[in-house]
């Protein structure tokens, strides 16, 4: 996306970027180093923020305000997850601090930080950062939380998560990946497989989080099969 480093930049991204303190664009500045062309202009938006923070946006700022929000969000969502995947944990925590500031908190915030404590095995961290959640998190919530609890040691609550994603799937044909976690966070790895691979065939598949949550078992035969037919699908 290519933006222009001026002061309508700046009221464009500060609606969505607005967070609960002194100099909220600050956190965000190398973000929007990747927005701009030129570091001058950067420095020239943020010491700009207090000027423009009462101005009304015109509908063109408002649009651009939506698909830069869009850019930033999605960046920052796959920042995050290659830090996760390759155990940088301590660092995506950092970032993730970040957006619990924004003024609508996101959902992927809670469910990244929650991946993280898993990769730490801080299971009630992890299982705490999901609940808070897990009411606006769909299938893609349930699926980690049902694993957690399971490693958590709450296994009759994952059971639960289980025994709703069986009947969901017997009613819609749909929503293996939720089964597969919950199978996988129990130790019961044969069932955990088959169900890792119907998520492929009915598309509930986490990619994200088949990283986390199959970690235990990346040495089982199975688990090279599996990524095996996902790059044969991507070909």
């Known amino acids: 996306m290519a933006l222009a480093g001026n002061r309508a930049v700046l009221r464009a991204l500060l609606p969505v970027l607005d967070v609960q303190v002194d100099h909220p664009v600050a956190r965000f500045e190398p973000t929007l180093h990747r927005i701009v062309a030129a570091e001058n202009e950067v420095s020239g938006i943020i010491g700009g923020a207090d000027n423009v923070r009462s101005e009304r946006l015109t509908d063109r700022e408002c649009r651009t305000a939506v698909g830069a929000a869009a850019w930033i969000l999605a960046f920052n969502a796959r920042w995050q997850v290659a830090l996760i995947d390759h ?131 990346r040495a089982d035969p199975r688990f090279d099969r599996f990524r095996q037919r996902l790059n044969g699908q991507k070909r």
């Open 87 to 217: 155990g940088r944990c301590d660092e995506a925590l950092v970032q993730l601090e970040k957006l619990r500031l924004l003024r609508q908190p996101l959902l992927r915030a809670g469910h990244s930080a929650a991946m993280c404590y898993a990769r730490k095995q801080m299971w009630p961290e992890a299982i705490a950062e999901m609940q808070r959640i897990s009411v606006n998190a769909g299938p893609r919530g349930q699926a980690l939380l049902g694993y957690l609890l399971a490693r958590g040691g709450r296994t009759a609550e994952a059971r639960q998560i289980l025994a709703a994603g069986l009947d969901r799937e017997r009613r819609t044909n749909t929503g293996a990946f939720t089964i597969a976690a919950a199978y996988a966070g129990l130790g019961e790895n044969d069932q955990a497989f088959t169900w890792l691979d119907k998520s492929v065939d009915d598309r509930s598949l986490a990619l994200d989080d088949v990283a986390v949550i199959f970690a235990s078992v």
